[in-house]
């Protein structure tokens, strides 16, 4: 009798347009020694203007054919390069960037995304900008270039600080559950908003991928649970008499122009803080806001300020009248960044590498009926 022919090697490609993060590497190909591990660092070649694909940074044939396993952030194959495919790891939270994609359309691959990473960067980079405007340090920064010595009284009446002030987060994922950490830990007090309900404390628990140390687990730090979602759930909770309202859910059809020109009114118009308005900050992305309509609320002072690291479209073209509005804080969408995103996102990669081994339920898995 002839042996049975042994079953080809897993192995984990990982694309990526950056160096090689050796030391990630090394630690993966030691924990998973039965798994073969290639980086590949794509160059660009010619293709369609703004083309962040596939098609613009192209991968050996040889090496799509020999993946089971790939991480990557653009370079998404076709189903037809990739016959072995078993798993798609993505190093973004999201997915929504390659939502139409036939990996996604036309395969059941398992994709996993990176989601729980980005908690620590982007709660600070939140933070930063509600201080920068609450401290009004622009003011001070702008004094010290000029060598003056502002006089005390132009601060007396006008900076606040956070004890006892109210953030609302739509989307209390893993980012918004960072916020809240942080939020608390400033004195805050915090309302969370999901799409569906939760109700009983397994349902606000945290179940994916979490940095050791942040965020919210168990979810026991919001005084109030909202969620649904029609536009008269948002409303209700829109009307909370909120400080803060702050952006953290995915692009979706449903999430697409969320808010607009009412919802900004009913943000506003329930707010009873003396002397200041609503700030609205957006981490999610720049189409869940209706951008010209924030740019009258902001030049009529129906909110005090906004910050966005996310415009619709990216990158902002430079005579864009968002540049312009007054209290704005905008930034071009690098509020995740940091030398902790690349062995953070492949960590995620390794908690699953490990749960395959054990047969176990992954975390982090897109769910395609979602579109996240």
Request: proline letters at 8%; one cysteine or more; charged letters at 20%.
């Amino acid at each position: 009798m002839g042996e049975a022919p042994l079953a080809k090697k897993k192995h984990l490609l990982i694309v990526m347009p950056y160096d090689e993060p050796t030391a990630v590497i090394q630690d993966l190909r030691k924990s998973f020694p039965d798994i073969e591990v290639t980086f590949y660092q794509p160059q660009p070649e010619p293709g369609p203007a703004g083309d962040r694909t596939h098609a613009g940074f192209r991968v050996p044939k040889e090496l799509w054919e020999k993946a089971t396993i790939l991480a990557t952030t653009w370079n998404i194959p076709n189903p037809k390069d990739v016959p072995r495919l078993e798993l798609l790891h993505l190093l973004t939270a999201g997915a929504d960037h390659i939502i139409d994609h036939p990996i996604i359309t036309d395969t059941d691959i398992t994709i996993t995304t990176s989601s729980g990473i980005h908690g620590p960067p982007m709660a600070e980079w939140t933070v930063m900008n509600w201080l920068v405007a609450w401290r009004r340090y622009n003011l001070t920064y702008e004094a010290q270039k000029r060598h003056k010595w502002t006089e005390t009284r132009e601060f007396l009446g006008s900076l606040q600080d956070h004890v006892g002030k109210r953030v609302g987060i739509l989307g209390y994922g893993s980012i918004g559950r960072q916020i809240a950490r942080v939020a608390v830990a400033m004195g805050m007090t915090v309302y969370a908003y999901t799409a569906s309900p939760r109700h009983t404390p397994k349902s606000r628990r945290d179940t994916g991928y979490i940095v050791p140390g942040t965020g919210d687990p168990e979810g026991t730090l919001p005084v109030s649970w909202h969620h649904g979602h029609s536009k008269a759930a948002l409303h209700s909770f829109l009307s909370l008499d909120l400080d803060h309202l702050v952006i953290c859910l995915p692009l979706t059809p449903q999430t697409t122009h969320l808010l607009g020109a009412e919802e900004y009114s009913i943000l506003s118009s329930h707010c009873t803080r003396p002397g200041r308005k609503p700030y609205l900050t957006n981490i999610s992305r720049g189409k869940t806001i209706d951008q010209d309509a924030l740019i009258v609320s902001l030049k009529s002072g129906e909110l005090s300020g906004a910050a966005l690291d996310v415009t619709d479209p990216e990158p902002l073209p430079k005579d864009h009248p968002l540049w312009d509005a007054p209290n704005l804080q905008l930034s071009p969408h690098i509020s995740s960044l940091g030398i902790e995103y690349i062995p953070r996102s492949l960590d995620v990669l390794k908690v699953n590498l490990g749960r395959m081994e054990k047969g176990e339920k992954l975390i982090n898995v897109f769910e395609r009926r979602k579109g996240y």
